[in-house]
């Protein structure tokens, strides 16, 4: 059964320095998603991406944060200067096309990716 | 931001008896909800799904049942196995919106 990867499945980093999530979403999904769970508190929406753009994104989804897709497979979310906050699980998620070309709602989610910011 | 709640941090029910999660919204503009299933260090799995026209979905074992005027949603699993023991998230979406609105999640534990 087609599943979403992410790697890393742990990345430990230094406040201030970049960080690089990557995401393989479903082969024949076209929308992309990140999400975050801080320890103990609700999974939240991040950015949603389809056709080479940002559809939708939160307001947790500020300048330090950026999504790419840079080639037909992968689809990554960059964390310019980490946080002592940015620590939380990271899931990506995937979904078809829905009727009239908004996304399915089934959205499938990665294994995550903990980031912990020291 | 509440617009998604479930009351209920913990749930504990026998094998083969029924388990009952609930979830309450306050957003009109949601029509179609989800459940998903999580376990430890996985990420959510998708259960089931309903849409705002309807009352009532099955799938095997998992029926969600809708209660548009009252803003509610239930997850019924039926008979429960020890293997349904996880942590069960509520969400919604509006339509046009890309986004889910995710519950804070009930434990599940089916005692053997």
């Known amino acids: 059964e087609p599943e979403v990867t992410q790697t890393p499945s742990h990345q430990v980093t230094q406040m201030g320095q970049e960080v690089i999530l990557r995401c393989v979403p479903i082969?024949?999904?076209?929308?992309f998603y990140w999400y975050r769970q801080i320890l103990g508190q609700k999974v939240e929406f991040l950015v949603s991406?389809?056709?080479?753009?940002?559809?939708?994104k939160s307001e947790i989804f500020d300048d330090q944060f950026s999504v790419e897709r840079p080639d037909g497979s992968n689809f990554t979310l960059k964390i310019r200067s980490t946080k002592l906050e940015d620590s939380a699980m990271y899931f990506c998620?995937?979904?078809?096309?829905?009727?009239?070309?908004?996304?399915?709602?089934?959205?499938?989610f990665g294994p995550g990716t903990r980031l912990t910011v020291t | 931001d509440q617009q998604v709640k479930q009351n209920s941090p913990s749930l504990s029910v026998q094998e083969g008896r029924i388990s009952i999660l609930n979830c309450d919204y306050t957003?009109?503009?949601?029509?179609?909800f989800l459940w998903y299933k999580k376990y430890p260090a996985e990420g959510p799995t998708f259960l089931i799904s309903?849409?705002?026209?309807?009352d009532k979905n099955e799938d095997g074992r998992f029926t969600v049942f809708l209660n548009k005027s009252a803003k509610h949603l239930s997850l019924h699993i039926v008979p429960s196995q020890p293997g349904d023991s996880a942590v069960y998230f509520c969400?919604?979406?509006?339509?046009?919106?890309?986004?889910?609105?995710f519950g804070t999640g009930t434990r599940l534990t089916v005692i053997p």
């Open positions: 957003n009109s503009m949601f029509d179609y």
């Open positions: 082969s024949n999904h076209l929308y």
């Open positions: 969400a919604a979406s509006a339509t046009g919106a890309n986004n889910l609105f």
């Open positions: 998620a995937s979904s078809t096309p829905g009727l009239a070309g908004v996304s399915s709602y089934e959205q499938y």
């Open positions: 309903i849409s705002s026209i309807k």
């Open positions: 991406f389809y056709n080479n753009e940002i559809s939708e």
